[in-house]
């Protein structure tokens, strides 16, 4: 009997570690380039990848446990031919966001709050943060540059959301904000010749 006992347990042991787990997909969409953007589970975590042609990329570097809700790690806020926008929005805190390659998930670059996107000419100007903190990105999708402007000082607007853009043309870029008096002003940033 003590022999038939430890069989069977040598044989579920077996079964439980030799098996492969495949990972649960919770949430997926569709991107360009024949990528999908999923949100996956494996184990007690949950993470986000590309999915392309069977092949399965991790994107960023952000994962968490099951019971943190799926928009924590993110959800994509536009798509691009060669990169996607990753955006996470918790609670009252600014939008985070980070410019992803779909080939290798890797990010690119960060910001925060976008002011503007324009998915058709491939730009999207945004507040940037840790070492660009305290200035406007316009990045451009088609070319993978980008411009810094020194944002405005003389406003009681402390981050996000505190810029509005008026127009953008090959020469320059406009935004209109509040100053201390609470006045609307326009500044003009004269842009790098291309």
């Given at each position: 009997m003590k022999s038939i006992l430890t069989f069977l347990s040598f044989f579920i042991c077996i079964s439980c570690f030799g098996a492969t787990h495949k990972d649960t997909i919770y949430k997926s969409q569709k991107l360009k380039g024949g990528y999908t953007f999923a949100y996956k589970r494996h184990d007690s975590i949950i993470y986000t990848c590309l999915i392309k042609d069977g092949k399965e990329t991790e994107v960023s570097e952000d994962e968490a446990d099951t019971t943190t809700p799926l928009h924590s790690l993110g959800y994509v806020y536009a798509d691009f031919n060669s990169v996607f926008v990753l955006a996470i929005h918790i609670d009252a805190d600014p939008i985070q966001i980070e410019i992803i390659d779909k080939k290798t998930g890797g990010t690119i670059m960060y910001g925060a709050s976008p002011i503007y996107t324009d998915t058709v000419k491939g730009i999207m100007l945004l507040?940037?943060?840790?070492?660009?903190?305290?200035?406007?990105?316009?990045?451009?999708?088609?070319?993978?540059?980008?411009e810094l402007f020194i944002e405005p000082r003389e406003t009681p607007c402390p981050c996000c959301f505190c810029w509005k853009l008026?127009?953008?043309?090959?020469?320059?870029?406009?935004?209109?904000?509040?100053?201390m008096k609470y006045e609307k002003v326009i500044k003009t940033y004269p842009r790098s010749p291309k």
């Open positions: 507040d940037g943060n840790h070492r660009r903190s305290g200035k406007l990105i316009l990045y451009d999708f088609n070319t993978g540059k980008s008026i127009s953008l043309t090959d020469a320059e870029l406009k935004i209109e904000y509040l100053n």
